[in-house]
């Protein structure tokens, strides 16, 4: 069925880097966008980046520009989160998410993963 699996959260210190993955089965992944959501401790929701479903637009949030890449191999039917110059604000529980169509623009994340913890000491 339907399923996005993430992995490679962890511990880092300040200053490090963590590429997360996100394996994704049940549907048909290279016509659709994914996109990357976190929760920080107490916090809600946050999206962070998206990429169109054959990876030639990509979208960040603010905060993570210049220190975040997402990046997709549909032949792998995996996506991929690298970041890099952590900051103790990234930590969080990072969710991949599929959207319901092609493209970012369409906002509807209709499947999400069991996400992966990511804590960064300070």
């Known amino acids: 069925q339907v399923q996005v699996v993430e992995s490679g959260g962890g511990l880092a210190q300040p200053g490090g880097s963590l590429r997360l993955s996100c394996a994704a089965s049940g549907f048909t992944f290279n016509v659709y966008a994914m996109s990357w959501v976190r929760q920080a401790p107490g916090k809600g929701l946050e999206w962070v980046s998206g990429?169109?479903?054959?990876?030639?637009?990509?979208y960040y949030e603010d905060s993570v520009k210049g220190r975040f890449t997402i990046s997709r191999d549909n032949a792998k039917r995996t996506l991929y989160l690298q970041i890099n110059n952590l900051e103790p604000d990234d930590t969080a529980v990072y969710y991949c998410?599929?959207?319901?169509?092609?493209?970012?623009?369409?906002?509807?994340?209709?499947?999400w993963g069991q996400g992966t913890l990511v804590t960064v000491s300070s």
């Open positions: 990429i169109y479903s054959d990876g030639s637009e990509t």
């Open positions: 998410a599929k959207h319901s169509g092609a493209s970012v623009l369409y906002r509807y994340l209709e499947v």
